[in-house]
Nanobody
Framework: QVQLVESGGGLVQAGGSLRLSCSASGIIFGHNDMAWHRQAPGKQRELVAAITEYGSTVYLGAVKGRFTISRDSAKSTLYLQMNSLKPEDTGVYYC????????WGQGTQVTVSS
């Protein structure tokens, strides 16, 4: 059974930084593309960043240059370094495959105050 556990969220002022982590179990982590998604209040979940098993990355235009996705396959852990945060980055952040293949975890709340 796949289990995804996100952590690292919190309340931060605009311009601040956070580093999210996602611990994955039940999958061969090193052989899967992984991604971060987010859901803002009243909006649909959207893809924020993705990374292939080979380390290639893609980003939502609104976060490009500010967020960095990375992975540690030895630890089965996915990361999202978020810098220069903006209020519009507020939401619940989830990890999953790029297409949301597995059951969603509880997510981690990110709140950016202006």
């Amino acid at each position: 059974q796949v289990q995804l556990v996100e952590s690292g969220g919190g309340l931060v002022q605009a311009g601040g930084s956070l580093r999210l982590s996602c611990s994955a179990s039940g999958i061969i982590f090193g052989h899967n593309d992984m991604a971060w998604h987010r859901q803002a209040p009243g909006k649909q979940r959207e893809l924020v960043a993705a990374i292939t098993e080979y380390g290639s990355t893609v980003y939502l235009g609104a976060v490009k240059g500010r967020f960095t996705i990375s992975r540690d396959s030895a630890k089965s852990t996915l990361y999202l370094q978020m810098n220069s945060l903006k209020p519009e980055d507020t939401g619940v952040y989830y990890c999953n495959s790029r297409t949301g293949l597995w059951n969603w975890g509880q997510g981690t709340q990110v709140t950016v105050s202006s």
